[in-house]
């Protein structure tokens, strides 16, 4: 079963930032568009970001200014840099590596933005 481990989540202040990481198994990564999806209490999992193996991003509108996504080739791992957070952005936040045949998914990381 592919592991991809999550970590940086935690609790914050309107305002803030947090970096989740998230790393995977080599042969994974290198294949792989890798992203960031959310789900907030009581709501569906939406994406927050994704980047492809060459490097081109996509965002979610809500968080475009505020959120960049990166990935480190020679560590195998996804970095997403959440700054001016906002209590709406309260969420687990997921790890994701997606091709055309499969996604695999991390176990989550909690964020919760106060006001």
């Known amino acids: 079963q592919v592991q991809l481990v999550g970590s940086g989540g935690g609790l914050v202040q309107a305002g803030g930032s947090l970096r989740l990481s998230c790393a995977a198994p080599g042969s994974i990564f290198s294949k792989n568009s890798m992203g960031w999806y959310r789900q907030p209490p009581g709501k569906q999992r939406e994406l927050v970001a994704q980047?492809?193996?060459?490097?081109?991003?996509n965002y979610a509108d809500s968080v475009k200014g505020r959120f960049t996504i990166s990935r480190d080739n020679a560590e195998n791992t996804v970095y997403l840099q959440m700054n001016s957070l906002k209590p709406e952005d309260t969420a687990v936040y997921y790890c994701?590596?997606?091709?055309?045949?499969?996604?695999?998914w991390g176990q989550g990381t909690q964020v919760t933005v106060s006001s």
């Open positions: 980047i492809t193996s060459g490097g081109s991003t």
């Open positions: 994701n590596a997606h091709n055309s045949f499969s996604d695999y």
